[in-house]
Nanobody, 120 residues
Framework: VQLVESGGGLVQAGGSLRLSCAAS????????MGWYRQAPEKQRELVAV???????TYADSVKGRFSISRDIVKNTVYLQMNNLKPEDTAVYYC???????????????WGKGTLVAISS
């Protein structure tokens, strides 16, 4: 199983970006999928998670600006980021809990990350 992110880049403050993360490989079922970020010299932190049943949770710092969504058929999760701020600059990592078969345990997977840089 692989998680592959795309959509990062450099934008000015106030701009928008949309990140995508597609899960591929032997997949029987996908549970929660979400986004984390890690800024230089800081710990990785949760940004947003899409839970089973359509519920979502967000970090306080991004509420009202970021929106997470997913395409169940494509095993893809998206992060729409609006009104970006310099403090949003970080490497953004996709995370997902995936079952490879009905009898397997759910495993946690991470993407390699995509850089989001916001200039002031």
């Amino acid at each position: 199983v692989q998680l592959v992110e795309s959509g990062g880049g450099l934008v000015q403050a106030g701009g928008s970006l949309r990140l995508s993360c597609a899960a591929s490989g032997t997949i029987w079922s996908v549970g929660a999928m979400g986004w984390y970020r890690q800024a230089p010299e800081k710990q990785r932190e949760l940004v947003a998670v899409s839970l089973w049943g359509g519920r979502a949770t967000y970090a306080d710092s991004v509420k009202g600006r970021f929106s997470i969504s997913r395409d169940i058929v494509k095993n893809t999760v998206y992060l729409q980021m609006n009104n970006l701020k310099p403090e949003d600059t970080a490497v953004y990592y996709c995370n997902g809990t995936i079952w490879e078969s009905e009898l397997a345990h759910g495993m946690e997977y991470w993407g390699k990350g995509t850089l989001v840089a916001i200039s002031s």
